[in-house]
């Protein structure tokens, strides 16, 4: 599964922020057609992001595509103007049960058996930003073997459920909570919350270590100013790899010993201990730090 740390949004009807945005050496770029395009420039974002898609060199950075809603009356046209430029994967808004992600998964199958790609190589991440959506997280994770991951839209949920968006974020932490762990539950990755102040810095960069801190793999991000707080946070640190390196180790030796639990530098381990290494290790290949 690849990193992504931080997941930046792009106006698709905008190529000069696509070209600034692929230059940032971010993990992901979130090509947009949705919420960030007024209605009236859908066809632009659609023509653009084909464009973009076929002559920007993104470098290592993943190329998403986000299409309008299920429902919307839109989602088809952004279907058929991007997947012909083969975007790394599509991303499915404000999903509420697991019809929309069939229809769309379809949709894509068709696609890469009409352009003889594989099947299921366009994976697809999907946004959970409603009531609805979050009291049915157990059936949209399961919903689809294409599905990589699941995106908490806290702005859009605070509004559905009348709550008053705090920087402390309790109004949405259930919710943000059971996101993560469904996700965690199917194998999927989690991608947290926007912070929409894009010059609170120290704000940010507290609320993505929480994040990391929670089991997301990554955060949402609206403008470049964020990208480096981000990533840096959902980064862990030389300590943490070589703590969790000796970790994995030492636990090999003594199960090749016989041992189950066992003494690490004054601490009793045992395998929960070494499942939160195991990640941090994950995380750091991830990020090419090892």
């Not at 999903?95 to 068709?110: D, L, P």
Request: with cysteine; net charge negative; glycine share 8%.
């Amino acid at each position: 599964m690849r990193s992504r740390r931080a997941f930046l949004y792009v106006p698709g009807n905008d190529l000069h922020k696509i070209n600034k945005a692929a230059a940032l050496a971010v993990d992901c770029v979130c090509l947009d057609m949705e919420d960030g395009v007024a209605l009236n420039r859908k066809d632009a974002a659609r023509q653009v992001i084909n464009e973009a898609l076929c002559t920007v060199n993104f470098g290592p950075t993943e190329r998403l595509a986000r299409i309008n809603p299920v429902g919307s009356g839109l989602e088809e046209k952004d279907l058929f103007a991007v997947l012909p430029a083969h975007p790394d994967g599509i991303v499915l808004p404000k999903v509420e049960k697991a019809e929309q992600v069939h229809w769309v998964s379809q949709y894509i199958s068709e696609a890469e058996r009409r352009f003889g790609w594989p099947q299921n190589s366009i994976p697809m991440l999907v946004g959970v930003e409603t009531a609805f959506g979050i009291v049915n997280l157990r059936e949209i994770a399961g919903a689809d073997p294409r599905l990589d991951g699941l995106i908490f839209g806290s702005e859009d949920l605070a509004g559905d459920i009348g709550a008053i968006r705090t920087p402390e974020a309790w109004e949405v932490f259930y919710a943000r909570s059971a996101l993560v762990t469904h996700a965690a539950a199917f194998g999927l990755q989690a991608i947290d919350m926007v912070f929409i102040d894009f010059h609170a810095a120290d704000r940010l960069r507290l609320e993505a270590l929480q994040g990391a801190q929670m089991g997301f793999a990554g955060k949402q991000v609206i403008h470049p100013n964020q990208v480096d707080i981000v990533q840096h946070a959902y980064t862990p640190d030389d300590a943490a790899i070589t703590n969790a390196q000796r970790l994995v180790e030492a636990f090999h030796l003594h199960q090749a010993a016989g041992a189950g639990a066992f003494a690490f530098d004054g601490k009793m381990i045992d395998m929960p201990v070494i499942k939160s290494a195991e990640r941090i290790l994950a995380r750091a290949r991830a990020a090419g730090k090892i």
